[in-house]
């Protein structure tokens, strides 16, 4: 019996990197978790690999209509929910005189519109008790060049982590969040050629505190614990960046 044995949990964008790493870490603890994405490879892969305990669903985290049919199929599945992680997101690069309305709608869709969503529709299945972890970034807090629509979209998600806090205290649910600083999430890798995500990544590394980036096992152990040990703790975000925005 491991420590989340017969637990029902739920990861939006787990088909790879932070998301598949928390599945991976809730399904070794025997927790029964549902995962979801776009890419049906990836999502079967991450299927394989995470084995009988998980059930990976396609869907869009920027669709209302995904959203909601994931919830009838969460409920179908599970009944109840005892922990959320909301970390679908993609980042998108570009200096703020040649941002378009294009990236814009995409980045505000997928990465604010639609963990808001996926909240208000899961939070009806949600146990006394339960958390929800939201995947926000240090860049909402920091002034990042080529980041501007990114940055606020992640900075929404660090407010919203506090009104749906206060919002979800009558039903008992904590609403908590992560803000990973650099990562080896495999998610720079999706958006430019290897050679210069693993450059731009050695270029991270040298101004963050602790010399290194981060890994995507030390994100899945600081999840789990806002999602079911950090018991008096709701509103809060927990800064994962090698001290790179403390110090």
């Avoid at 084995?51 to 919830?71: F, K, N, Q, T, Y």
């Avoid at 179908?76 to 005189?97: H, I, Q, S, W, Y």
Wanted: a negative charge.
């Amino acid at each position: 019996m491991g420590k989340y044995a017969d637990k029902n949990v739920v990861i939006t964008g787990g088909s790879s990197g932070m998301g598949l790493a928390t599945a991976q870490l809730f399904v070794d603890e025997g927790a029964h978790v549902l995962i979801t994405g776009r890419d049906q490879d990836r999502l079967d892969a991450a299927q394989d690999q995470l084995g009988e305990h998980a059930i990976a669903v396609r869907s869009d985290a920027g669709s209302l209509p995904d959203i909601e049919a994931l919830a009838d199929r969460v409920k179908a599945e599970f009944g109840t929910v005892d922990a959320l992680f909301a970390n679908a997101g993609v980042n998108g690069f570009a200096p703020f005189e040649a941002t378009t309305e294009e990236l814009f709608d995409q980045l505000l869709t997928i990465n604010a519109k639609g963990p808001y969503f996926t909240v208000q529709k899961l939070a009806p299945l949600m146990t006394e008790g339960s958390g929800v972890v939201i995947t926000t970034s240090v860049s909402n807090m920091l002034g990042m060049p080529m980041l501007s629509v990114y940055s606020a979209s992640k900075a929404a998600l660090r407010s919203m982590t506090r009104t749906l806090a206060r919002e979800l205290l009558p039903q008992k649910i904590r609403v908590n969040a992560i803000s990973p600083g650099v990562i080896d999430s495999g998610i720079l890798e999706k958006s430019m050629p290897k050679e210069a995500a693993e450059q731009m990544k050695a270029q991270f590394a040298t101004d963050v505190p602790m010399l290194r980036v981060g890994t995507t096992s030390e994100i899945a152990k600081a999840v789990a614990f806002l999602a079911f040990d950090a018991t008096y703790t709701t509103g809060a975000e927990l800064v994962l960046d090698g001290g790179g925005s403390q110090l």
